[in-house]
């Protein structure tokens, strides 16, 4: 089982707030990554880190911020939430050679 | 961009039937994972394949890294109520991110 957490696991906000999601996996994993998910759709990478003081964009454009100060954390800022940022938000980690992937179980988001 | 195609979309099976799902690529991949994901929760990883032709069995599921390696198969078999979900599959070239699938959607009638 992996151990990888994400709280909230479901938050409701209204329009402007600032916002973070958090994330933090105990198995030592380098690589993390965030992906945002629309009820039963598919998976978009939005953010990923390699190490500690790595972040990089992913492949779908997304106005969130993430910072990787420790490696077992890997929060996501949202400064201004806005109704489009509606969705489920997934959080993942791999080893450093990336054999597999596990994920938390997801924040639900609704912003009103 | 790499992209993976997942078929079929959707399924609706009885229960006890075997369920056969497959996931195809433009590019070849190293590795190809098979999650499983409940609705409102994360995909729960289910078998993990890193060589060409290699058959991993997980108790009722069995998949396949095909042989050109731009492929790999899922099979179910005697599906029961829980089986229902949406399986993902993805794929890794070396050096690159996992890429996804978009996922078959499986439903079990008793």
């Known amino acids: 089982e992996a151990d990888i957490y994400q709280t909230p696991r479901y938050l409701v906000i209204g329009t402007g707030k600032k916002i973070t999601l958090e994330c933090s996996q105990t198995?030592?994993?380098?690589?993390m990554y965030w992906y945002q998910q629309d009820p039963g759709m598919e998976l978009h990478l939005i953010h990923y880190?390699?190490?500690?003081?790595?972040?990089e964009k992913g492949d779908l454009s997304s106005e969130s911020t993430v910072s990787r100060i420790r490696t077992e954390h890997f929060p996501l800022t949202l400064e201004s939430a806005r109704p489009s940022h509606t969705s489920q938000y997934l959080c993942?980690?791999?080893?450093?050679?990336?054999?597999?992937?596990?994920f938390g179980p997801g924040t639900r988001l609704l912003v009103l | 961009g790499q992209q993976l195609n997942q078929s079929p979309q959707s399924m609706f099976i009885q229960e006890g039937e075997d369920v056969s799902m497959n996931c195809t690529s433009s590019?070849?991949?190293?590795?190809w994972l098979w999650y499983k994901q409940d609705p409102g929760e994360g995909p729960v990883l289910l078998i993990a394949?890193?060589?060409?032709?290699e058959l991993t069995s997980n108790g009722r599921l069995t998949a396949q890294f095909g042989i050109t390696r731009k492929d790999s198969f899922l099979n179910i078999s005697a599906s029961i109520p829980s089986d229902v979900g949406i399986y993902f599959c993805?794929?890794?070239?070396?050096?690159?991110?996992?890429?996804f699938g978009p996922g078959t959607r499986l439903s079990v009638l008793p």
């Open positions: 993942a980690s791999s080893g450093t050679y990336q054999e597999t992937q596990y």
């Open positions: 880190s390699y190490g500690v003081n790595s972040t």
């Open positions: 993805a794929g890794r070239s070396r050096g690159q991110n996992f890429v």
């Open positions: 394949l890193y060589k060409a032709g």
């Open positions: 198995m030592g994993h380098d690589k």
């Open positions: 590019s070849i991949f190293n590795t």
